[in-house]
């Protein structure tokens, strides 16, 4: 699952369908689990995008 919090600057992450590929240029300042954090994964094409 590609979430925010997980993700670190310069990680790519690809969609298995399109091939839409995206560069983590920040690291998410969010905290896990506090309010308000990110909670959806990254998706596209209607699913969820992997690291490469």
Same mark, same amino acid.
């Given at each position: 699952m590609a979430? @925010? *919090?997980e993700m $670190?600057?310069?990680d790519v992450f690809v969609c298995p369908t399109c091939g839409l590929e995206l560069q983590? $240029?920040?690291t998410c300042s @969010?905290?896990?689990g506090k309010q308000g *954090? @990110? *909670?959806v994964p990254l998706q596209c094409c209607g699913r969820e995008m992997i690291k490469k």
């Open positions: 979430n @925010c *919090s $670190k600057a310069g983590v $240029k920040t @969010c905290e896990p *954090s @990110c *909670s």
